[in-house]
């Protein structure tokens, strides 16, 4: 029977705080609720995977692949710069901008209806752009109401600047 790192590999994680020296614990007290997560998002890749995690987990790649792919294909309709590859190893996130809104702006917007992304900077306001991505979890129809929804954010953010130039003229 051998212990190590307040692991107890005989017994698994049931027993793992009840390591049999202080020493075992020097590492810090185990992530007991990552682990308990690890082990729920395990059984739902294995259900997906009819009892094979292996499908299963292959099941959400090609979903995230198709995912990825539908988002690019909306932004780039509705007239967004794509940052991100476009190959088809990429994974869930979509990088990309508008080029006459800022990023920083839309994000803004988005968070408050509820659609969240994240915006890396850039080197001024326009040259940062918004990440999107889908999970396991995420329908197409989610991601084309996002697209949707940024659309009219773009219209409705270039009527305000188009108002506020006739005014000054």
């Known amino acids: 029977r ?3 790192a307040a692991w107890n590999y005989v017994d698994g994680p049931a027993q793992s705080l009840q ?3 202080t020493d075992e614990l020097m590492g810090g007290t185990p992530d007991v609720y990552g682990m308990a997560r690890m082990v729920a998002e395990l059984s739902v890749l294995k259900t997906l995977g009819q009892g094979s995690l292996r499908k299963g987990v292959w099941k ?3 979903k995230i692949l198709h995912q990825t792919g539908l988002l690019q294909l ?4 509705a007239r967004f710069q ?3 590859p476009e190959t088809h190893d990429r994974n869930a996130m ?3 901008r508008h080029p006459q809104v800022p990023s920083l702006r839309l994000q803004t917007e988005l968070k408050r209806q509820r659609i969240f992304c994240d915006v890396r900077p850039g080197s001024n306001s326009h040259d940062s752009f918004l990440r999107l991505s889908c999970n396991a979890t995420t329908t197409d129809d989610e991601l084309r109401e996002a697209m949707r929804v940024l659309e009219q954010l773009v219209i409705r ?3 305000e600047e188009n108002l506020v130039e006739k005014k000054a003229q």
């Open 2 to 4: 051998r212990t190590g």
């Open 19 to 21: 390591a049999d020296t």
């Open 60 to 62: 959400v790649r090609l």
């Open 74 to 77: 909306l932004a780039r309709s």
């Open 82 to 84: 794509i940052i991100s």
């Open 94 to 96: 979509v990088l990309l």
């Open 157 to 159: 953010f270039q009527g």
